[in-house]
């Protein structure tokens, strides 16, 4: 399959990159282009120019205090999966990364690229969204709850650029998926985390982005255990129906996958 | 229109090529190297599995353009002096294939899960192998094979 033609240039810098974008009438940054390039080969995307991000020095690295771990948008996810400081600090999320495609796909993508494009089964925005990340951009800060809009959809304007994101250390944090057995994308993904700022548990792959479930979160602020969710159900309305899952199928898996992301929290401690 | 230039299984290459062009059809077409394979064309299956600057990826899902001054090695990179990559000789003796097709792809796959994973036992390989799909079903034999490999090449190290 052939993308439609297109002018690729390589930015050497965030700086060089916003001044190709300026310079563009009709842009797309390129990042791993694991869904990009894909999505180009279906002629589903036709940018006129692609602006090769991955180069980038500056957006590739992990940084680590005693309370965050921030990692640049450009860091490919077998970078996160094999990072130390990420493994000591935030065990779930280097485990996240190495669930997210095949080993090939982990050395191209990037968690900016996953973030900026909200495919609704991604891994990532569970993570970020469960952590309560901040996503710094070449413009501001946007935290986690305001950033995913809807499906592939999000607070970026046009030429924004993520530089990094910055995870709270949590003191408990778990993901389980389930996988479609195909695709291997999640047909519903929970990523549970307690920080100092509480407990909260966030959903991919069931709805149309990335959500939250406040009754779940409460439950599990009393009682950090599998046993506090039980009987705990999810409503079906607004979740996804496929030729893979029923709404009502993804309610109950979200469900089952919150009790084992809980459980596999508590067994790293 | 552009002049690609790398360097593809230690040679420097240049070739002229349209910024579209995916990195799988300038290492077929423009430099007739056609042991990397495409099939399924989506990212799935892996027969197009090469390395670049030393790591495994999909070469039907990345520019040729973003190879510019890379380091690219296909199948036809690995062996040397007339001699088989240990990898290549593991296929050969545990028979790992039947039709042949997926099989550039999964060596260049085993070689670099062996580079990253030199302990390697039966369902780790399984699972390093989850992007490349042999549609002949013959996963048994390919596994063995990686599996002698992996041996001998830690046997091998100093």
């Known amino acids: ?269 | 229109m552009a002049v690609l230039s790398m360097t593809v299984n230690s040679k420097p290459v240049s070739a002229e090529a349209e910024d579209r062009t995916l990195l799988v059809y300038f290492l077929r077409e423009q430099l007739q190297l056609t042991g990397t394979h495409i099939g399924c064309d989506t990212s799935q299956c892996g027969a197009c599995v090469v390395h670049v600057n030393g790591q495994a990826v999909k070469s039907c899902t990345m520019f040729a353009a973003q190879a510019q001054d890379a380091q690219v090695t296909t199948i036809e990179g690995l062996a040397k002096d007339g001699k088989l990559h240990p990898v290549q000789e593991a296929f050969r003796e545990h028979h790992g294939l039947q039709c042949g097709f997926c099989t550039p792809g999964m060596i260049m796959t085993a070689v670099d899960m062996i580079r990253r994973k030199p302990a390697l036992d039966r369902p780790a390989i399984r699972a390093e192998l989850e992007g490349n799909i042999c549609r002949c079903t013959g996963y048994h034999n390919i596994v063995s094979a990686i599996e002698a490999a992996a041996k001998r090449m830690a046997g091998a190290a100093p």
Do not use: C, W
């Open chain 1, 1 to 269: 399959m052939i993308p439609y033609s297109f002018t690729y240039r390589r930015a050497g810098s965030i700086a060089d990159a916003e001044q190709l974008f300026a310079d563009s009438g009709d842009a797309k940054f390129l990042a791993g282009g694991q869904t990009l390039i894909p999505t180009m080969k279906q002629r589903l995307a036709s940018p006129a120019e692609l602006i090769d991000i991955s180069e980038i020095a500056e957006l590739s690295f992990v940084r680590a205090d005693a309370e965050s771990l921030a990692i640049g948008a450009g860091t490919k996810h077998a970078a996160v999966a094999n990072s130390g400081q990420v493994r000591r600090l935030i065990p779930a999320l280097a485990e996240l990364a190495e669930t997210i495609g095949d080993p090939a796909v982990r050395h191209m993508g990037t968690l900016g690229g996953s973030l900026a494009n909200n495919d609704p089964a991604a891994d990532y925005p569970a993570a970020t969204l469960a952590l309560g990340a901040s996503i710094r951009t070449t413009r501001r800060v946007i935290e986690a709850d305001n950033f995913f809009i809807g499906m592939f959809s999000t607070a970026l304007e046009d030429g924004e650029i993520i530089i990094d994101v910055t995870f709270p250390v949590a003191e408990l944090a778990g993901y389980a998926k389930f996988p479609n057995p195909a695709s291997r994308y999640a047909l519903a993904g929970v990523f549970v985390a307690r920080t100092k700022s509480g407990v909260r548990v966030a959903v991919t792959g069931a709805g149309p982005s990335v959500f939250r479930l406040p009754e779940m979160e409460s439950a599990l602020e009393r009682d950090f255990s599998p046993d506090a969710l039980t009987g705990k159900s999810v409503p079906s309305a607004d979740l996804n129906s496929d030729i893979h899952a029923t709404a009502e199928y993804r309610a109950h898996l979200v469900a089952v996958m919150a009790r084992r992301a809980v459980a596999a929290a508590l067994d790293r401690h």
